[in-house]
């Protein structure tokens, strides 16, 4: 009898040690996670993205491209009449680099960004430059952009956003 009750109180102990443990690993992990970003940092890692993406559109890589892109993303693009999804979202930058005896480029102006909790908004300028052989600017374009980064899985991807041609006769920038 004093056999089976030392028995049952070493199962009953190694019970409740596994069973702590693996309440303790789970706490663990629950600690583990990032700690919250503060608005400005959640700013600079949304404007990060910006620029990324911009390499995708330098480098015509639209597969990376695309995983900048929540899965149901619709936007207001500069390309033609209406709204897009993620399937369309990479088809006008294959038009950038058409014409080979021009090169493309871009340069970025940062406006404005404003993080609300988990969500970033950021508002800029994109000049696109192509330039020809000597590297004499031959056509610009100025665009406006508004992208709407949120933190997913702990990766930034773009949840809505419009593009348009700038007026280039606006009264201020």
């Known amino acids: 009898m004093k056999n089976s009750i030392v028995f049952n109180l070493i199962v009953l102990f190694v019970l409740l040690t ?14 583990e996670t990032e700690p919250p970003l503060s608005k400005s940092e959640m700013e600079d890692e949304a404007w990060h993205m910006e620029e990324l993406y911009w390499e995708y559109v330098q480098n015509i890589d639209t597969v990376a491209y695309k995983t900048l892109w929540h899965e149901d993303f619709i ?10 999804d993620k399937r369309k979202i990479a ?6 680099h058409k014409d080979p005896d021009l090169k493309y480029s871009y340069v970025l102006h940062k406006k404005a960004s404003n993080a609300i909790e988990d969500v970033v908004v950021a508002f800029y300028d994109t000049e696109y430059l192509w330039t ?5 600017v031959v056509r610009k374009e100025t665009y406006k952009f508004t992208h709407t980064w949120k933190k997913v899985d702990g990766k930034w991807v773009i949840l809505g956003g419009m593009a348009a041609v700038k007026n280039q006769y606006s009264l201020s920038d």
């Open 18 to 31: 596994v069973w702590s443990c693996s309440e303790n690993s789970k706490n663990l992990s629950k600690d």
């Open 75 to 84: 936007g207001y693009p500069s390309f033609g009449d209406g709204v897009s």
């Open 91 to 96: 088809s006008w930058i294959p038009d950038l």
């Open 132 to 136: 020809d052989k000597v590297n004499q």
